[in-house]
Nanobody, 127 residues
Framework: QVHVEESGGGLVQPGGSLRLSCRTS????????LAWFRQAPGKEREFVIY????????FYADSVKGRFTISRDNAENTVYLQMNNLKPEDTAIYYC????????????????????WGQGTQVTVSA
């Protein structure tokens, strides 16, 4: 059993920053790729960012490019999503989705290609 847990969400003013964490535990797996998605009320789950360490590739949604970055702490089995210059439209529940194998470019932005999900963490950007 693989357990995925997101944390770090909260309420922040426009222009502020948050750092989300995604920690995996349980069955030992070597995750070589991971994506963050988000879902706002009444909307579909939306791709945010993808990284695969084996191929050295990172992909961003246009809406977050230049504001969000991703990093990893191997020792803690944790991946971080640093979100800067947050906007009200960034308000959503954020989910991370690790993968053992990296995805082809055409599949990266599609949620159905990810098998492991956490419960999500709420991010609210409001004055």
């Amino acid at each position: 059993q693989v357990h995925v847990e997101e944390s770090g969400g909260g309420l922040v003013q426009p222009g502020g920053s948050l750092r989300l964490s995604c920690r995996t535990s349980g069955r030992t797996l070597s995750f070589n790729a991971l994506a963050w998605f988000r879902q706002a009320p009444g909307k579909e789950r939306e791709f945010v960012i993808y990284i695969d360490w084996s191929g050295g590739r990172t992909f961003y949604a246009d809406s977050v490019k230049g504001r969000f970055t991703i990093s990893r702490d191997n020792a803690e089995n944790t991946v971080y999503l640093q979100m800067n210059n947050l906007k009200p439209e960034d308000t959503a529940i954020y989910y991370c989705a690790p993968r053992v194998f990296r995805l082809a470019v055409g599949s990266i932005r599609r949620a159905e290609h990810y098998d492991y999900w956490g419960q999500g963490t709420q991010v609210t950007v409001s004055a």
